[in-house]
């Protein structure tokens, strides 16, 4: 099985910075996706960005030029830098891995980070 935990989430001024982290353990095979999804209320859970372990990214329209994604592979850690916070970008941040098991692919959930953006 595998655990995601997220962390760095809160109330931020609309400009700001965070940076939300997510640590994966358990199984974690070499070869894996990473990726971020928000949720806001009333809203279906949109992907916001995503990273191979080897590192290629795919970012949404939405956050383009202001977030940015990353991961640390010996910590099994992705993290998402988000820059020029709207209030818009408030919502449950979700950590999703996805890896080959099984002969399927599996993805694993966190359970959310709320980042709420408000002066």
């Known amino acids: 099985q595998v655990q995601l935990v997220e962390s760095g989430g809160g109330l931020v001024q609309p400009g700001g910075s965070p940076r939300l982290s997510c640590a994966a353990s358990?199984?974690?095979?070499?070869?894996?996706?990473m990726s971020w999804y928000r949720q806001a209320p009333g809203k279906e859970r949109e992907l916001v960005a995503s990273i191979t372990n080897g590192g290629s990214t795919k970012n949404a329209d939405s956050v383009k030029g202001r977030f940015t994604i990353s991961r640390d592979n010996a910590k099994n850690t992705v993290y998402l830098q988000m820059n020029s916070l709207k209030p818009e970008d408030t919502a449950v941040y979700y950590c999703?891995?996805?890896?080959?098991?099984?002969?399927?692919?599996?993805?694993?959930w966190g359970q959310g980070t709320q980042v709420t953006v408000s002066s």
């Open positions: 358990g199984i974690i095979f070499s070869i894996n996706d």
């Open positions: 999703k891995l996805s890896q080959f098991s099984g002969l399927q692919w599996r993805n694993y």
